[in-house]
């Protein structure tokens, strides 16, 4: 049988594994860097948990995880006779592969909330599972990183929050813009077109602009029921991008002025920090997740053509649904696929993450074999990662490993180098060759 792996899973190779290492890496000293600490959560969640908190279209990306057993034993034969999947699920399945990181955290503060310190900062990178159709910078197992402060109402956080999209993507020498929204002012542009009803609807639509254009978005909002008249007035507000002229269709709109002064505020912090990308009022920015209530972000490159590289946004009530009201919170996530993707088109990994080590041992016969490992142990108690061929064999058998390898250096061990107590160290890209000490070779290497 020919070995396969599901659709929108990948295997990767240890060059890429380093790569999304140095990823992972510049993304949590940052986090780190604003005082937020790492928890982790389950692989699977109860439905219950999860089911209800992404808007329909979500829950319909849901990974469901059968009941162990005879999972059938306790099925509605009725429905199983109707072929009524979705109504089936409830008796057939209790859990399910998370969706994304947020949800589970909003569980983890509500059974944790003895534990833990409010506000409560933490980041969480780990693996999430949707069954969307795999496609350019789009998987159905792919890894989160996210950050996110709960127990606090502070509009502060938002430009914190922004501070460190502008912050890792600069590291990461990424040229973005970082697209700003608030929820309150799509419920705001809802009351004026007089759709506050179909609230879901109509945000689920605008998400989908800039892939099927203002008359798509027309046509879902009337398949959605939503009217042409209100249509045409929703798409007139989605031009609008001062939020002083915005303020004036909004003036009979208590939320939607709101979600003004939440803009205003966010920008009385953030404007006084420095950054280096470009930050912009977005009134098109939906973010179909039905979670959210306030300040909304998503972020998308600028030299490749790929989605959402980065979003978030403020949710009040999330936690809420597990029992625990008034306990505001707001995050950002970091999609690693789609930055490692972005960044391998553009070639902006380090040359360093190429490299898997930077010294490997050769050796000419056994008894030159046993110095080489015995030098690799004493490199390795200094602290330097090398390795070592494991068998004696022809030279060139072992050097056309290193070049596959692509290890810049070699130490070469014949029978003269052992009994000196000394490597031949050949450069593997000019050539060059020198004799040295093993001390020397550490001091090189440290």
Not at 35 to 45: R, S
Not at 54 to 59: F, K, L, P, R, T
Not at 317 to 343: H, N, P, Q, Y
């Amino acid at each position: 049988m020919k070995p396969t792996i599901p659709k929108g899973t990948r295997d990767f190779l240890p060059a890429q594994v380093r790569k999304r290492k140095y990823i992972f890496d510049i993304i949590e000293s940052v986090f780190k860097k604003y005082g937020y600490a790492p928890i982790e959560t389950p692989t699977m969640e109860s439905l219950t948990t999860l089911s209800g908190k992404y808007g329909e279209e979500g829950d319909q990306l849901l990974f469901k995880v059968l009941n162990n057993g005879d999972f059938l034993a306790k099925a509605d034969q009725q429905l199983l006779n109707e072929k009524a999947s979705k109504k089936i699920v409830s008796s057939i399945s209790k859990r399910g592969l998370r969706y994304d990181l947020t949800v589970p955290f909003a569980r983890y503060v509500v059974m944790h909330q003895n534990d833990i310190q409010l506000p409560f900062k933490r980041y969480q990178i780990q693996p999430v599972w949707r069954a969307d159709r795999p496609q350019k910078g789009r998987y159905q197992e792919f890894y989160q990183c996210d950050v996110d402060v709960v127990g606090s109402n502070s509009l502060m956080y938002e430009a914190e929050l922004v501070n460190i999209l502008d912050e890792v993507y600069t590291a990461l020498k990424i040229n973005v813009k970082i697209h700003i929204n608030n929820r309150k002012i799509l419920s705001g542009i809802a009351d004026v077109a007089g759709v506050q009803d179909k609230f879901m609807d109509m945000t689920t639509s605008i998400d989908k602009l800039d892939k099927i254009g203002e008359e798509g978005v027309v046509t879902e909002l009337s398949k959605r029921g939503i009217n042409r008249v209100a249509a045409d007035k929703i798409m007139s507000c989605l031009k609008i991008t001062q939020l002083d002229e915005l303020a004036t269709v909004f003036k009979d709109s208590e939320i939607g002025l709101k979600g003004i002064e939440e803009l205003r505020s966010f920008h009385n912090y953030f404007d006084t920090s420095p950054n280096q990308n470009e930050v912009v009022f977005d009134i098109t920015l939906a973010r179909g997740l039905s979670y959210y209530t306030g300040c909304i972000f998503e972020v998308k490159a600028k030299d490749a053509v790929m989605g959402s590289m980065s979003g978030g946004g403020r949710y009040d009530d999330l936690t809420s649904t597990f029992g625990l009201k008034d306990v505001s919170g707001v995050g950002i996530s970091f999609g690693a696929e789609r930055i490692f993707d972005v960044m391998e088109e553009l070639n902006l990994f380090p040359e360093e993450t190429a490299e898997d080590i930077k010294l490997i041992f050769v050796a000419f016969d056994q008894e030159s074999h046993q110095f080489a490992f015995k030098a690799a142990c004493q490199l390795r108690a200094a602290d330097i990662a090398c390795d070592i061929y494991p068998a004696p064999l022809k030279i060139k058998k072992q050097m056309k490993y290193v070049n596959a390898r692509k290890i810049p250096y070699a130490a070469i061990v014949g029978s003269e180098e052992a009994a000196s107590g000394k490597v031949s160290l050949k450069n593997m890209e000019t050539g060059d060759q020198q004799s040295v000490t093993i001390s020397e070779l550490i001091s090189q290497f440290s």
